[in-house]
Each structure stands twice: as C-alpha cells, then as structure tokens.
C-alpha cells in the first residue's frame, strides 16, 4: 500500500508526538477505529500507551486527567485554583466534614480465559498488557479475584478433588490452570506492582460427589446438612486451597463463600454453580466454614457472603448477619451488578449499610455483554465505558468500598467459555496478530483506579443550590497523602460548565460532552 502524502504526514506527525511525549515518560494512545467514535488504543510487542507516575501538583495548582468519546484516554493537563471568580451556577463543593466509607480498592478477575488469553501473546506483549493493568504506568490495579477452580470462563469443567467420596481430600490438587497459567502471572504482577494488592478467591462449584445434582451444572445444593460430612470436607476444600496457593508464596486477603448462591437453585443452569439459600449460606458458615478458617493458618482472611447480584438485599444480610454464631465469622458482602436495573441501590445497598455498618459492600463482578439482549464484544464502545463509570460512581456513593470487574483479558469473539456465555472485556486480545486493544472501559476504570487508593475516604462533594437538576455524575474521595479526588462524568450530549471549590479556592470547569475526568489537588 502506498501512503498518501496526507497519510505520510499524519504518520510523521504522530510519530514526532510520540518522540514528544516520550520524552516526558507517558506514551499516547496508538489509535484504530471501529466505526465513529469507536476507538480503542493498539498495543503489541514493541509498543503500548503509557501513563506517568501520579505526582501531586504543588499546592495552589490541581492536575486533571480527561478521557472523551471525541478521542481523549487519560490526557493530563494541569491549571491554578482562582481566588475570586464569578462561579457558575453549578458549584460542587469539597466538605471535608462529611466522611463516610473507606476505599478498599478496584480491579479485575484472573479466570482461565483471562490467563489464557495474556499468555497468546508475545511475551513483552505480555507485559505491556500485565503492566497497563497494574504497574504505575497503567491503571495500578489493587484487586484480583480468582475463580477457585473452573467456572464458564474455562475450557472445560473441573475442580481440585474430583476423586469420588475422597472426604480426607487426599487426592486435592492444583490444575495446570493453576501452576502453568494463573499462578506464573500473578508473580509477575506482584513484581511489576507499586500498591499492596489483594487477591480473593470464589468458588463456582464443588466436585459432583459432594452435590445433590452429581453434575457441575444445573440446580443442586450441597449433600445434606450444615455440620455434617459433606459441609466439613466443603469447607475444608477452601481451606486446602489457600494452603496450596500459600506453597506458591501467595496469599489471600479474602473469599467469598460461593460465587452466585442462588444460580444453583434455578432449573438447568447452565454452567458451573452450587445452589445456597440465604439460610443455608449462613449455616455454613457458622458450623462448618467460619471455624475451618478460624482453625486454619489463615485465621486473618476475609470472608464475603452474598457474591450474587444486589436484588438480594438486605434480605440475605438480614438473614446471616442477624445471626451471631455466623456473623462473627464475616466481614464484608460482594455484590454483581447483573440485575441492578430491577434492584435500585436505595432499596438494597443503603438499608443493608444501615443495618451492618461494621460490614465492607464491595462491588466483585461486573461485565458487559452478559445479558441476551447484548451483543457480545463491541470493539470501541464508548457507551459501555459510561456503563462501567455511571455504575462505579453510583457505588461509590452509596457506601460500597470498591468494584472489580470480571474478565481482565478476552479474545474477539468474548472467550473462551465452555458454554459459549460471551461478553466483553477493557481489553481484547487478537492473538492472531499478536496484538490487544484497550478499550473504553479500560481507561473509564482507570478514572478511578489510579487515583483512588486503599485508605481513601469518600467526603461530601455538594452541588450548589440553584442546580440540584445536572447531568453531572460526580463523587470526591480524601486520600490517605492528604489530596482531594473528584471525578466527574458526563453521559450527555452536551458540554457543562461547574466550578469546583475547595478551601483552596475555585476551579473554573468545564466536562466535555460524553467525558470523564479525575481532579487531583493538595489541600493546603
């Protein structure tokens, strides 16, 4: 193909800006388009966008990262607070005053196609992926949740002991999933890491021996009761697990008690699950998986109840929490977003954090393309990247301490999955071209991820009286150095003009049609 003189131009053009930028450390995004304004950001071998280091603005001054649907990913800029400015009507104000949850963190889940898909690639492609994610040039991950054995998103179906009746667990062990795939990953991302990071396990099923079904899939419960030897040889499993994982140098902060309890109670489920009433559930724990931690060397770990989509509660909060001999062996409630257009936060989430404030909410799966009605993978979708944000902020300002999102890595088509349940990820792999693309969705987390660590806190951000009525999403966090955050989205068409105020003074702002942007400043 012969370029144009235009194109030649162009090509020089982004080549100088890319020598530019170099020199500055931060490498911009290489773009393709997949129709108007669907744009994702080309990685391979010798070649990623990068981000620099967070360096906090001298005080007096604030630094602001926007991402837009007109072609922006995470693109710095830098301004001064005014002191005396005629505000606009819109004014969100900083109030330190109010404090409410800390941030426990944001990430994305190493399942087997997730692995798979990493390791397609040419190895410093590898780590241009590995890096975007979780080293201070990308989005500084500080979550990862593991599938504890298969789940859809693996090739075939299996657990640890799938040797029948083997209630000693003699037989326990680890997969090539395991040891050749996840477990090789993690170290790098452990090495490549700057923040603490912390890893939670979930388990899909348990061998079949110890089901009502005998079948990975489709409605089925645990054998007999709380207490008896199935429950026992189940909660020793997760148990076993940890010390396995532990051999290979790594530790879990938290489990959840099982992914989805109520997707084993629905007729022909589809794909790996172990069906739990609320009560079941608390039982469990009480008799059998609280005091098999408790009892283990890994007397610290979290353990998470729920892991299933919000519409629960707080019924199933209720239900374990209210309960001592259960309640004293948790810590926090995972919730998937899944169904959350027929569960509003207000009916779920808040009266849940009103009952149990001593317990974490943490936000543990998310993906698009689930539903039916979804087209699996849409290469450039900006909307979905507003989907990830609208839902991250809601959370946030409704007590929930973190979001992690599903998948990492998927191929084009949205897997592998053994049961073809496809969707999309932040970032697609095309092994065939030994490439990946950082989608919208990559960089609407990166909004939140990267300035908001661990140990921050929400504050109150209040809108000016005038315009309770915006399209402005927004959300402002206390970091544990002492700087403010605040992102701002804006999902509609048009550009708006806000102030944002502080004790320092007034930024005067405007948030582009369809952006998102994070504020980050020294408070005096």
């Known amino acids: 193909m012969v370029a144009t003189g235009a194109d030649a131009l162009g090509w020089r053009l982004w080549l100088l800006m890319v020598a530019v930028h170099w020199a500055a450390g931060a490498r911009p995004c290489s773009p393709k388009y997949f129709g108007l304004n669907a744009m994702v950001c080309v990685c391979n071998a010798t070649y990623c966008d990068t981000l620099d280091p967070v360096v906090l603005p001298a005080p007096g001054t604030y630094v602001k990262y926007e991402s837009s649907k007109a072609g922006k990913r995470l693109e710095r800029s830098e301004g001064s607070f005014q002191r005396s400015l005629r505000a606009p009507d819109l004014v969100l104000t900083v109030d330190t005053a109010q404090r409410y949850q800390e941030v426990k963190g944001f990430g994305g889940s190493l399942t087997d196609a997730a692995a798979i898909n990493i390791l397609s690639l040419p190895e410093t492609a590898q780590d241009h992926l590995l890096r975007s994610y979780f080293s201070e ?4 991950y500080n979550l990862i949740r593991l599938p504890m054995a298969s789940c859809d998103f693996s090739l075939h179906a299996y657990t640890y002991d799938d040797v029948p009746f083997d209630y000693e667990l003699k037989h326990f062990s680890l997969r090539d999933e395991d040891t050749k ?90 794909f790996q699950c172990l069906g739990f009433t609320a009560e079941q559930q608390r039982d469990f724990i009480a008799r059998d998986l609280g005091p098999a931690l408790n009892n283990s060397s890994h007397r610290g770990i979290r353990l998470i109840i729920l ?42 989430v808040v009266p849940t954090h009103e009952l149990f404030p001593d317990y974490f909410i943490l936000a543990t799966e998310a993906c698009i393309g689930a539903h039916f009605w979804e087209r699996d993978v849409i290469l450039g979708c900006w909307e979905r990247g507003n989907q990830y944000s609208h839902s991250i902020l809601t959370n946030l300002n409704h007590f929930v301490s973190g979001w ?11 897997g592998p999955n053994w049961v073809k349940n496809y969707v999309d990820s932040p970032i697609i792999v095309d092994s065939s071209e030994g490439i990946f693309y950082k989608q919208p969705m990559f960089y609407h987390m990166g909004h939140f991820s990267k300035f908001i660590p661990e140990g921050s806190q929400r504050v109150g951000l209040v809108a000016s009286k005038e315009s309770k009525k915006t399209d402005l999403e927004y959300t402002a966090f206390l970091r544990p150095d002492g700087a403010v955050v605040v992102v701002v989205l804006n999902r509609s068409p048009q550009n708006i003009t806000f102030g944002l105020a502080d004790s320092v003074g007034l930024i005067a702002a405007v948030a582009p049609a369809n952006s998102i942007q994070t504020y980050l400043w020294q408070r005096q």
Do not use: C
Not at 137 to 140: D, K, N, S
Not at 237 to 254: G, I, M, Q, S
Not at 404 to 414: F, I, M, S, V, Y
């Open 404 to 414: 992690t999102d599903w998948n990492l890595a998927l191929d084009l088509e949205g």
């Open 307 to 348: 892991d299933d989509n919000r519409l629960h509660l707080p019924h199933w909060a209720k239900v374990v929490l209210e309960d001592e001999d259960a309640a004293r062996y948790v810590h926090g409630i995972g919730i998937h977003w899944y169904l959350d257009f027929i569960g509003p936060i207000q009916d779920t």
């Open 137 to 140: 040039e990308g989005l500084e």
């Open 181 to 270: 795939l996840k477990i090789p990953l993690l170290h790098r991302v452990l090495a490549m890491s700057k923040r603490p990071l912390s890893l939670y396990a979930s388990p899909w099923t348990s061998p079949t021996w110890m089901k009502t079904s005998e079948s990975f899939v489709g409605k089925g419960t645990l054998k007999g009761q709380a207490g008896d030897k199935y429950h026992k040889t189940w909660a020793n499993y997760f148990v076993r697990f940890l010390d396995e994982y532990a051999k290979h140098n790594l530790t879990f902060w938290a489990v959840t008690a099982e992914n989805e309890p109520s997707a084993g109670l629905i007729n022909n489920y589809p």
